[in-house]
T-cell receptor, first 112, second 113 residues
């Protein structure tokens, strides 16, 4: 595997389910990010991790819970989501501050 | 504070004609600027980046962008559009915040035969 990978690519879940999104980067980077991309809205930064420590949490509801066990892996745990949480969730990584970010293909999440 | 404005939400061109996607930025500091492309149901792919080394930046797939400080612009161009260029393009700026990028709202490029 190369670059940034995300699994699953598609996920349909009910509002009472618990699921997790996984991201893995194979680039040796030190920072990882979660973004939410909704239709007709700008890309929203959700969380930033640097060297496994969360450095930013942009007022994201607690039903989204990130986890970064090491610098190569990032998870987004989901529980009791709402239909408006349906979106494309993108993971990215970067070498250091202000450097370009490399994105995974995204997970298309649908909440029913 | 940094902001990035993409001036067109949609741009339509014919195959073989030039492409111009416009981006203006505002920043208190010398910015880092990027262009990303997103094909349907895919992640964002880096096209090119400006980090003050050279004002004319060449990227992948024949795209290039010129940083013009006097105009605070970073427009993306390509001499001849291909059908495969049809996608959404994002202009992105480096913020003064820690590892935070500021994304434009995107320009959808439509290429007709």
């Amino acid at each position: 595997e190369t670059g940034v990978t995300q699994t699953p690519r598609h996920l349909v879940m009910g509002m009472t389910n618990k699921k997790s999104l996984k991201c893995e980067q194979h680039l040796g980077h030190n920072a990882m990010y979660w973004y939410k991309q909704s239709a007709k809205k700008p890309l929203e930064l959700m969380f930033v991790y640097s060297l496994e420590e969360r450095v930013e949490n942009n007022s994201v509801p607690s039903r989204f819970s990130p986890e970064c066990p090491n610098s190569s892996h990032l998870f987004l745990h989901l529980h009791t989501l709402q239909p408006e949480d349906s979106a494309l969730y993108l993971c990215a990584s970067s070498q250091k501050a202000y450097y370009e970010q490399y994105f995974g293909p995204g997970t298309r999440l649908t909440v029913t | 504070a940094q902001s990035v404005t993409q001036l067109d939400s949609h741009v339509s061109v014919s195959e073989g004609t030039p492409v111009l996607l416009r981006c203006n930025y505002s920043s208190s500091y010398s910015p880092s600027l990027f262009w990303y492309v997103q094909h349907p149901n895919k992640g964002l792919q880096l096209l090119l980046k400006y980090t003050s080394a050279a004002t004319l930046v060449k990227g992948i797939n024949g795209f290039e962008a010129e940083f013009k400080k006097s105009e605070t612009s970073f427009h993306l161009t390509k001499p001849s559009a291909h059908m495969s260029d049809a996608a959404e393009y994002f202009c992105v700026g480096g913020n003064t915040g820690f590892q935070k990028l500021v994304f434009g709202t995107g320009t959808r490029l439509l290429v007709s035969p």
